[in-house]
Structure formats: C-alpha cells, structure tokens
C-alpha cells in the first residue's frame, strides 16, 4: 500500500489547533505560527482535518486518500462551525482547490450587511466581539444560519449536508464532492486572513506526525440491516454521501482494474486502542420488516487487535448483526448479506440496545461511490450519569433506547442520543429517517471505534 503526505500549513501568526480524524492516532495536532506540519495518509484512508476555535469543532478538510479510480477525494466543509479560513487541495493542482479563502472576511460582509431581524434570528448561533464575527456554530443545526452563510459561501465550500438521508440536497454542495486528479501529497492552509495557497511545497516544516490510518483499501465503507428496525432495502441511500465523514463522490472517469473481491461478507476494522473480540449473531428468525433478534448463540467471532482489518466471510443467508464482546448494552451494526429482492447487502447501525462505541459501515461497490452511515465519535466520556448502565464486566455503556429483559427505556439515554447522535445517523428508537447502506456486491467495510 502507497503512502502519500497531508501538509498542514498554517499561514497564520499565531499556533493553531487542529482536530485530526482518521490519522495521527486521532490525536490532536497544533501547528505553530507559519509552519507547515506532515501528516501521513496511506492509500485508501479517510478523515478530516478540523480547526478548532476556543475550543469548538470550526472548518474542516475532508480527505480520502486513493479512492475510487486511484483518485483522491476532497472537500472543504463548514457544516460543524467556522472561525477561520482553510482551504485544501492537491499539492501543485490549484484546480482542485476546494473551500473560500476568505470565508470569516465575506462572513463579516454579510454581517454588516444584515438586518437587525436577520441578526436576531442568528444570535445563538453566530459570536460576536468587538463589532466582528469571530465564530459560528454549526451550520448543520441552525437553518436560519445555513441559508444566511449560503448569501456569501454557496458554491465554495461545503454548506448544508448534501444529498443524503432521502434528500437531494443542494446542488452547490453536491458539487464539491467531485473527484480530485489522481494520488497525490494534500495541503491544507490556514490563515485569519487570506488562505489562498502561495506556494504548493511549505519550506518550513514542523516535526513528521505519527500515521495512524482508517485502513478501507478498496473498501471504503459499508452496509447493514437491522434485525430491529429496516427491511431488506427500504429507504437506500445509495449514492447519497455521509454528512459527518469524508464524502466520496462521482466514480473517476478513468477508473483502475479492482483488487480481487474477497467475497461475500464484512470487511472488519478495528480502530479502537485495545484488542477486541467481535461476535456475528444470525437472526432466529426474519419476516417482513420485522426480525427475531438472537441473543445467545453467535455464528461466528473473530479477534482483531488495535488498527487490525479482517476480511469475514459469511453465507449469504446471513441477516444480523455485529456486536463488540457478548454482553449488552452495546452498539449494534445490523445486516444482512444479501437481500431477496436486489441481491445486494444492506444495513445501518442501531444504538436500540445500547451503545458501547461508535461504528460506521459503508458500501464497497468497485467503481461506485460509496455510501456510509454510523459515526465515529466519543459519546460515552461526557454521556449524562443517568444514561449509563454497566455491563455485567463493568464496562461503562449507554442503556438501551426500547428496553428488555434489564428494564425498561432510558429517557436520558434518549434525549442524550437524540442529541449527540441523531436518528440520521443511527437507529435510536426504531421509526425512520436513518438511512438504509447498500452494496451491491453483497461485502460491507464496518469500522468500530
């Protein structure tokens, strides 16, 4: 597998903090003032490089790095907040160059150009000092926000959350998904002021950042159903890029011949920093739309150490679930191999009987783009006192959403979930709006975190 390097250049005057997912052990990476930091990124890895802002998640790079075609796929968002400007593209191809290099300078534009009601109607959502803008929350949850930062930024950089969960999404946004021009080295800039490239190779560089990649070679992400929620393919959000991860778009126009398919089953990744073992429960029985869940006799295990990925076969009859370990509460990722109408896998991820970690799960189509839902978060550190059960080990988890045979529904488990998570995202209390992942060529990439 090749390795190629994200330069993280800061044109600033003062050290900035960025939030690295993905790579560099998913550690944190602070960049002082007018140097440039390396990060490495294997082939066929994906995260995001995230600016942080008194402490809040602002403009991100989202990167995947040798994907679909051998091309890299890149995108600059601020659907999770703004407080400077970054841009990114690949080194010595500004034709790639994605993002507004003066977004917090239009920002202010606009600012002084709003009227007091427009003002009014973003004051939890935009932070002033000084008579300036210094920040924005996250655009993703304030509509009144997104559709003010589309009067300045529409066609620039990532806005709204695309076409994805059933919607089509805006068009503008869509568009910034599209393919980069081959495997290449990736800068990203930085600055308060003007971050338009000066020149594509930094002279100062700081010290090389350890590489810890999401390892997906030519699998980039997967699919799953759930025993307690989805039907075989209702709701497919085939084509339609997750929000939160890094979005891949349109198939290259020239794409390479694909390794061998390993066959029918889930491409596992552990991305967690112990070993862990991974149990696959086969449904006791599957009606329409409906499922016996098995609690009580996996079908298979298999044990993958910290950043360890494993092909795992699994017959075709297959329609379940992957869990960590055998004790609830814990996070499900819920499939089925191949359903009796396409033929194709499908699945999603379910915090309904609790949730021990994050997981997402992606489709793995040869020259399609690849589809993906879950997330890749911590929301057990801060989890309210009251949404924790612990497992019978005493591991710390969040409680379930529908209840069992240990109780009934955690309301706090809920409402936090509701929040931190949400039901586009995973299934939290059944219903809809979490969309189906398929894969036609019935092999699914989870990545458990």
């Known amino acids: 597998m090749g390795n190629k390097t994200i330069l993280v250049k800061n044109m600033s005057g003062h050290d900035q903090e960025f939030e690295v997912h993905g790579w560099n052990g998913n550690k944190n990476l602070n960049v002082k003032a007018h140097t440039t930091a390396k990060v490495a990124a294997p082939d066929g890895s994906s995260g995001a490089i995230i600016a942080l802002h008194?402490?809040?998640?602002?403009e991100q790079a989202e990167i995947t790095k040798n994907g679909f075609g051998?091309?890299?796929?890149?995108?600059?968002?601020?659907?999770?907040g703004a407080g400077g400007n970054m841009t990114?593209?690949?080194?010595?191809?500004?034709?790639?160059?994605?993002?507004?290099?003066?977004?917090?300078?239009?920002?202010?534009?606009?600012?002084?150009?709003?009227?007091?009601?427009?003002?009014?109607?973003?004051?939890?959502?935009?932070?002033?000092?000084?008579?300036r803008v210094v920040r924005i929350g996250p655009i993703k949850d304030f509509p009144k926000?997104?559709?003010?930062?589309?009067?300045?930024?529409?066609?620039?950089?990532?806005?709204?959350v695309g076409a994805w969960g059933g919607s089509p999404g805006n068009g503008h946004d869509n568009a910034q998904s599209s393919a980069a021009h081959g495997n290449k080295d990736v800068l990203v800039t930085y600055n308060d002021g003007d971050a338009t490239p000066n020149h594509d190779s930094p002279l100062h560089t700081a010290a090389i950042v350890t590489k810890q990649p999401l390892d997906i070679h030519a699998a980039p992400k997967v699919s799953s159903?759930?025993?307690?929620?989805?039907?075989s393919s209702s709701s497919t959000a085939n084509n339609q890029p997750h929000p939160h991860l890094t979005r891949l778009a349109a198939a290259a126009p020239q794409p390479r011949a694909a390794p061998k398919d390993p066959g029918p089953g889930i491409t596992l990744t552990n991305k967690s920093s112990r070993q862990t073992t991974y149990y696959f429960y086969d449904n006791l029985w599957n009606g329409n739309g409906t499922a016996g869940a098995n609690f009580d006799h996996p079908l298979k295990s298999t044990t993958l150490k910290p950043n360890e990925t494993q092909h795992v076969p699994l017959p075709t009859t297959f329609k379940g679930r992957l869990q960590r370990g055998t004790q609830l509460p814990c996070t499900w990722v819920e499939f089925q191999i191949e359903a009796s109408n396409d033929h194709a896998a499908h699945g999603d991820v379910s915090l309904q009987q609790?949730?021990?970690?994050?997981?997402?799960?992606?489709?793995?189509?040869?020259?399609?783009?690849?589809?993906?839902?879950?997330?890749?978060f911590d929301v057990l550190a801060k989890a309210p006192a009251g949404a924790i059960r612990k497992k019978a080990d005493g591991e710390r988890a969040l409680d379930t959403t529908v209840g069992n045979w240990m109780g009934g529904p955690n309301q706090v488990a809920i409402e936090y979930l509701e929040r931190v998570v949400g039901q586009r995202r995973a299934y939290i209390v059944g219903g809809t709006g979490v969309p189906d992942v398929a894969s036609r060529n019935r092999r699914l990439a989870v990545v458990m975190y």
Not at 106 to 130: F, I, M
Not at 145 to 160: H, M, N, P, Q, S
């Open 54 to 58: 008194q402490g809040h998640e602002g």
């Open 70 to 80: 051998g091309n890299d796929f890149i995108d600059l968002s601020n659907i999770v």
């Open 88 to 131: 990114v593209q690949q080194v010595g191809d500004s034709n790639t160059r994605k993002g507004d290099p003066q977004f917090m300078q239009h920002l202010n534009e606009a600012w002084k150009k709003a009227s007091q009601q427009t003002r009014d109607g973003l004051k939890n959502c935009v932070y002033v000092e000084n008579g």
């Open 145 to 160: 926000l997104e559709a003010f930062v589309r009067t300045f930024a529409d066609g620039k950089t990532y806005i709204g």
């Open 225 to 231: 159903l759930s025993s307690s929620s989805s039907s």
């Open 354 to 376: 609790g949730c021990d970690g994050a997981a997402t799960i992606a489709s793995t189509d040869p020259g399609r783009p690849v589809v993906s839902n879950g997330f890749d």
